[in-house]
């Protein structure tokens, strides 16, 4: 999608990027995810908690699904498109999704292309990961290496901007009080 049409549909509300903040906007509309994998059904289950009418589009043909995955969809009631090519468009009150073989049309579409965890750094300075690669933390955000906080995506959690704030704020008041107990132990 280009700038302007991805500018031009978020300011419409027909490209959503976080269903925890807004699905409830979509109740009962007909909404398409583009994503494949376990990323993409979990977003389309969720969704479908507020819409009866979710299509989960693959970006690339074929969908990374297993039979297990398509079966949960399928019982869902959550239509499954395989595209090779995507292309978009908005409408009057609705956003289209062009396949090679398809024209759809949504109130909204959500992509569920997942993020990378760039934790290097903190791997290199020897802090403990998930298997995913997030960093692990006490509940004040302290890594397992001492003068080490991290928060955030790349921790493991809910990948939302507040949720990403609240673990700053507890890390910064963490670092303050850290530093604080270090202050008065170096005193003579």
């Known amino acids: 999608m280009d700038d302007t049409l991805h500018a031009e549909a978020l300011a419409a509300g ?8 807004d699905a409830y906007e979509v109740t009962d509309q007909r909404v398409g995810v583009i994503g494949t994998g376990e990323r993409g059904l979990k977003e389309a289950m ?4 507020y819409t009866a009418d979710v299509t989960l ?16 969809l ?19 009150d609705r956003i289209e999704v062009f ?6 049309s949504f109130h ?16 290199q300075l020897g ?15 302290r890594t397992s290496v001492s003068g080490l906080y991290a928060a955030g995506d790349v921790v493991l959690g809910l ?18 009080n850290d530093l604080a107990v270090k202050r008065s132990l170096n005193r003579p």
């Open 14 to 21: 027909r490209l959503r990027y976080c269903p925890i903040c």
């Open 46 to 49: 969720f969704l479908r908690s």
């Open 57 to 72: 589009i693959a970006p690339a043909s074929p969908h990374d699904l297993d039979a297990e995955q398509r079966r949960q």
């Open 74 to 92: 399928t019982d869902s009631g959550i239509d499954v498109v395989d595209a090779m090519q995507l292309r978009f468009a908005l409408g009057d």
């Open 99 to 104: 396949t090679e073989n398809d024209r759809l």
């Open 108 to 123: 909204s579409i959500y992509p569920a292309l997942g993020s990378a965890i760039h934790s290097q750094l903190a791997r």
């Open 127 to 141: 802090a403990h990961l998930e298997e995913v690669g997030c960093i692990i933390v006490d509940m004040h955000q």
């Open 159 to 176: 990948d939302q901007i507040s949720h990403a704030m609240g673990e700053g704020g507890v890390a910064a008041t963490t670092i303050r």
